[in-house]
């Protein structure tokens, strides 16, 4: 008997690496795909703000049960740093609220200043985010003029790299942790230089080990060649380590059983398991003595 298109699509799932245009928020771009695919299971990892540009993971069907695994992966970002000007957003989409001179600024006072970033720190999420308060979203609560205390976070700057300073515009490379703000990033450096500052160009060239080398432009993508860039679901999960069953112990965990955990394997928090025929199983925590199935896909 043959399938309906809903039986068909609904099996349809995947990752989907789109290297999203300026000027429209990660919804916008989740709701695009949505109609491109006929397909309501889709889900973005990793949020970018209207003005960034870059890779914007979504998860297609039943791989929106992974989106988790991959919004803590670190992020790699190419930023231009405006100096001179303060902005209420943080950004060049925000309303100028302060202007300093900034031509005295040499490259070496960047660079003494940007050490102090590098490395773990506390940073103040803007007042400009999606962080809810009470169930609020903040930028909702800032368009109300309603100002509140954002508590600093612990985030990391792996990398902080200055590529070039054309006064008043400084480019940066930043790797960093999830859950790191690179307009606070920008803001705060404008304080330390005590000038001010804002972004004016934000581009994410990699989450994890996806990259913009696998990436497709949204205006390339249409309602018939979408499917070519559709990466398998357990990309996803590719930085987790593998684990390979035997056919008895993946027909137990299909089962929702739990099987022996074999004596060479270290317990193992999350892995990703395959079945004898290497094809993907799910999230799989190898405890001491068994193994207990977390997200089973067949």
């Not at 302060?98 to 103040?124: D, K, M, N, V, Y």
């Not at 056919?247 to 965990?253: C, F, G, M, T």
Request: aromatic share 6%; hydrophobic share 40%; charged share 20%.
């Amino acid at each position: 008997m043959k399938r309906t298109l809903i039986e068909i699509m609904s099996t349809i799932e995947g990752v989907l690496n789109v290297d999203k245009p300026g000027g429209m928020t990660s919804h916008d771009v989740v709701n695009r795909i949505r109609r491109l695919t006929g397909i309501r299971r889709v889900g973005h990892a990793g949020t970018l703000d209207p003005l960034a540009t870059g890779a914007l993971l979504l998860c297609i069907g039943r791989a929106t049960r992974l989106v988790e695994y991959l919004v803590g992966q670190d992020k790699v970002y190419e930023a231009v740093v405006r100096l001179g000007q303060a902005t209420d957003t943080y950004d060049a989409d925000g309303v100028v609220v302060a202007e300093r001179p900034f031509t005295h600024i040499t490259l070496s006072q960047l660079q003494q200043a940007l050490e102090s970033f590098r490395g773990p720190i506390q940073q103040r999420p803007p007042m400009y985010s999606a962080i809810k308060r009470s169930g609020q979203p903040l930028y909702k609560l800032a368009r109300q003029g309603i100002k509140l205390d954002v508590p600093p976070r612990a985030v990391t700057i792996y990398e902080l790299e200055a590529l070039d300073w054309t006064p008043p515009e400084i480019n940066l490379r930043v790797v960093c942790s999830s859950g790191t703000y690179i307009r606070s990033l920008a803001h705060d450096l404008g304080q330390a230089l005590g000038c001010g500052g804002h972004i004016a160009a934000l581009r994410r060239t990699h989450i994890g080990n996806f990259g913009l080398d696998t990436a497709v432009p949204l205006a390339d993508l249409n309602e018939t060649n979408w499917k070519n860039a559709l990466l398998p679901s357990d990309t996803a999960v590719a930085h987790l380590p593998r684990l390979d069953l035997s056919a008895p112990d993946a027909e137990q965990l299909k089962q929702g059983q739990r099987p022996l955990r074999q004596a060479d394997l270290p317990p193992i928090p999350l892995t990703r398991a395959y079945d004898q025929d290497g094809k993907f199983i799910g999230i799989v925590t190898a405890h001491t003595g068994y193994l207990q199935a977390r997200k089973i896909f067949i």
